[in-house]
């Protein structure tokens, strides 16, 4: 593509012609010099050469500083896919059966992939009584991996509930416009739907209908300690939903997993990490190589050829 950077020097063009044409019509006799009359009939044909040639150095030179450039758009193409990550971050996250507790070993471990998928867009929202987008889809991951780190569950105001049905319907007005063949919501939780305006069941059918997969996180170990008699037993997690989670899952086309422990959190990433591929086009930069040398350049040689034939060759006479 071919663009000029000031193309306001063009209007110098009709004017330059102007004056030209003007000038010869009040031009004044040229014949050749006394040690050329025997060269006179071959070099009156050539009358006119340099002054047209002094001309076309002049539009050449106004072309020049008219600043002409070869502009490319550099776009450069990347396997990948368009994550949303839905967050949990009600009060429970902050059980320590994760050490130290869940939200930060959700960060620590969310941060890790990240790292890792540095050809995808990727987006985080965050949700508990309520849901919010924290970061909307970027190619600018490190971006995203120093915001996890930040998040406290205080980033949401009704943190004492729990709304899985605002999560996924966020994610999914993130990635509704996407062109990405591959979009994918990953939800993690560790409790159970009991706020929101939109059903999870609902979301899910949304999802579903938008071709969106959703691969479900459960958060939290099966058993966890509790205070008894003085002190401490073992009781049964049964705060999260993995019948819901489970569904939400098989439903959209997506996989449940269970985080118990650090050793499966790890695997769930790392067979997200073997998701298809598809292919995005980022922009990258636009190259522009100025072309203006040229022209200056070509101007002089006209110039000088012209000056040459004007008043070498020939004398002017009253």
């Known amino acids: 593509m071919f663009k000029f950077q000031d193309p306001y020097f063009f209007l110098l063009i009709p004017i330059i012609l102007f004056l030209f044409f ?14 050329k009359i025997k060269n006179y009939s071959l070099k009156s044909k050539k009358y006119f050469i340099g002054k047209y040639l002094i001309l076309i150095s002049a539009i050449l ?96 105001t009704s943190n004492n509930q729990t709304a899985i049905g605002m999560g996924i319907g966020v994610s999914l007005n ?53 205070p008894w008699f003085g002190g401490m037993t073992k009781v049964r997690n049964r705060e999260l939903d993995e019948n819901l989670l489970k569904t939400i899952a098989k439903e959209t086309g997506g996989e449940y997993f269970r985080a118990s422990d650090e050793k499966s959190f790890n695997e769930i990433f790392e067979k997200i990490n073997s998701l298809e591929k598809t292919e995005l086009e980022k922009d990258e930069f636009f190259q522009k190589e100025e072309l203006y040398m040229g022209f200056v350049k070509a101007s002089l040689l006209f110039l000088i050829i012209g000056i040459f034939f004007e008043f070498l060759l020939f004398i002017r006479l009253p």
């Open 174 to 226: 993130r990635l509704k416009d996407s062109t990405s063949k591959s979009k994918v919501v990953i939800l993690m939780t560790d409790g159970e739907n009991n706020s929101g305006e939109l059903s999870p069941i609902e979301a899910t059918k949304l999802a579903k209908k938008l071709g969106i997969k959703i691969y479900t996180i459960g958060i939290g170990a099966y058993e966890r300690e509790v």
């Open 22 to 35: 003007k000038k010869e019509r009040k031009k004044s006799i040229t014949v050749p010099s006394i040690s």
């Open 61 to 156: 030179m106004t072309i020049g500083l008219a600043r002409p450039q070869r502009v490319t758009d550099h776009k450069i193409k990347k396997d990948g896919i368009d994550i949303v990550i839905a967050l949990d971050l009600s009060r429970s996250m902050l059980q320590e059966d994760f050490s130290p507790n869940r939200l930060e070993k959700s960060k620590e471990l969310l941060s890790k992939f990240i790292g890792k998928r540095t050809n995808d867009r990727i987006g985080l929202i965050i949700f508990g009584g309520d849901a919010y987008t924290k970061i909307p889809l970027t190619f600018d991951n490190s971006m995203v991996r120093e915001t996890v780190e930040k998040i406290k569950v205080s980033d949401i």
